[in-house]
Structures are given as C-alpha cells and as structure tokens.
C-alpha cells in the first residue's frame, strides 16, 4: 500500500464517520428537542395538526442533513484524494531522487512541492545532501587525478635510477642514494599533504581550539624554520604590533593546525625569496579581526595569477613552481586550515619581483584579552 493510499482511506473512514455521527445525533435529538417545545406552546400532541408538524419537521431534518452530510462527505473526500495525490507525488519524487543520488546522480535535486514547511526542509535537506555528495565526488575525482599527475616526476626519477643501477649505468653511490631518497621523499610528503588538504576541505580534520598566546605562536612557529632560513641566508623576522593590544595576547586556536598554516606560509616565503632577503612574521588587529602576516620580499606574484594561488596543483604562478621542490598544495591546506578556524586567508603581490604578502585573519571570536 502506497503512502497516499493508506491517507487515503484513514481520510475517508474519518470523514464518513463524522458524517454518519451527526446523522445518527440529530435523528436521535432533533425529534424529541421538537416534540417538547410543541408541548411547551400548548398544542395537543395527540391533534393531527402535531402530528403532520412533527412529521414535517422530521423529513426536512433528515433530508437536509443527509443531503448535507452526502454533500460535505463527497466535498471532503475529494479535497483528502487531492491531498493524499500530492502527498503521494511528493513522497514519490523524493525517493525517487533519492535511488538517483544513491546511483550517483548527485546534480538530482528535489521540489517540496508546496506541501509545507516540513515537505520543504526535508526537499532542503536531500538537496543538500546531494550537492556535498557530489562536491565529495568532484573532490575524489580531482584529488585522484591530480595524485596521479604529481606521482609521475618523481617516480619517474626513482625508476629510472633504479633502471640505471641494474644496467650498471650507475652504482648505488651517495649521490644516486640522496637522489633517491629525494624522490620518495618528494612522494611522502605529497601523500601526507593530499590527506590533509582532503580531510580539512571534506571537514574531518579535526580542530580543537584552545587560548595560547600569540607571541608564543608566532615564535614557536619560526623556530621550526630558522635552521632552513639560516642555511639559505635568509633573514625572518618577527613582529607583534602591540600598540594594537598586548604582545601576550591570547588568541583561541588550535595550536598545532596554526602552526602548520604558518609553517607552510612560512616554507612558501623561503622557497621564492633568495638569499639575502627578508620574510617577516607579523601579527595585529585590524578592527575585531586578528591577522596574521608573512611578507617576503622574494619573486612576487603576478596579478592575474593571484586568485588561484590557493587551488590544488596550481603551476602557473612562481609560487607553485614543481621545481622549488613543493607538492603543490601547501598553500591549499592553508586555506583549508583557515577555514576550519572560520576565517579566510588574502594572497597579495605588487607584481613580479617585489614580494608577496599573504595574510591570515581570524574572526573576533579567536582573540581573547587583546
């Protein structure tokens, strides 16, 4: 039995019973109700003229409720199958998306059909369930082949290394070795940052906030990479503005995906900034948002590149040059990892050779006693 069948008929023993219940009270009242006020205006019950009232009234009582109850009966009923049809379209169209989604047709969507607030919301809710679905898919699909695309250099290398050392081209030296270990852990790193920008762009990456300080932050994310800054001659400064609030300021992060967002802005920084430059690591408010900035004075971004410097695999602008040695998505992740924190991440450049500029800013919400 369908849905709009079953409605249909507990519609229609309801409406048939309220019909057959005021039949069955009227003809039980009505006539004594009548029969006494006959009495009450002194005319004999017995006289004919009583008994062709009583009669009169008795027909017209039935015929008109009856009438009215068939006609009440028919109208209810007809309005209950219009209803239950709806219901039953309704219903229909959202299972029938809903084996469209589950076959992976996720650019199905779903018309409440008027039926009501909760018709709506549950239309709302396949619909959105369809469309992260399909943004899960279109994610799988371009992670996979973006994994494919970057896999092939080094592996490539490692193979044909590997090849050479079988023909005895080459012997298993320190320079093959490093090579070696060059690509796979070119590989390492590629399949480390793919999870992650996965997990934070399908929202799983876990991000449990906490107060730490803001001077704390910045430092312990610097001290991660001096040694790397040291060894190409590059000079990292940082900086906290305090004539914007105290340099011990809280800000409510997760420490960990904080510093992995400023590590990456700040390996991003070293990489196209050569040596005798500067990078500095700054933070202040800027109205009731917390920035932070890594400004580098290295090859600059062009304009026209700027909007996508955040997509995964982007090899246009310098800054994702797959020579520098980078996977490709570093500044990806940061973007995700923003997110996360609910806040947004800004690329900016005066062009080629004059430096880049990127900017973290975190809502209100994230700092506390600034």
Known sequence: MTVGTGLMIAMSIVVIGCAVSALVVAWALAPGIFHDHLHQAGIDQDSDEAMHVERAFADSVGLSWGLAAAVSTLLALAISWYLARRVQRTVTAVAASAALIADGRYDTRVDGGGMGRE????????????????????????????????????????????????????????????????????????????????????????????????????ESAAAEVRAAYAEKGVDLVVTVDAAAGPVDAEVCVDPARMRQVMGNLLTNALRHTPSGGTVTLSSRMEGDRRVIAVVDTGEGIAADHLPHVFDRFYRADTARDRDHGGSGIGLTIVAALVEAHGGGVVAESDGPGRGARFRVLLPAAATLNA
Not at 161 to 179: K, Q
């Open 119 to 218: 018709f709506t919301e549950l239309a709302d809710a396949v619909n959105r369930l369809a469309g992260r679905l399909g943004s899960t898919e279109e994610t799988r699909r371009r992670m996979l082949s973006d994994l494919a695309h970057e896999m092939r250099t080094p592996l490539a290398t490692i193979d044909s290394y590997l090849e050479a050392i079988d023909d005895g081209v080459r012997d298993p030296d320190a320079e093959t070795m490093a090579i070696l270990h060059a690509g796979t852990d070119r590989l390492r790193r590629l399949a480390e940052d793919v999870t992650a920008v996965s997990q934070a762009q399908e929202r799983v990456l876990s991000v449990i906030p906490e107060p730490i300080g803001i001077g704390d932050l910045l």
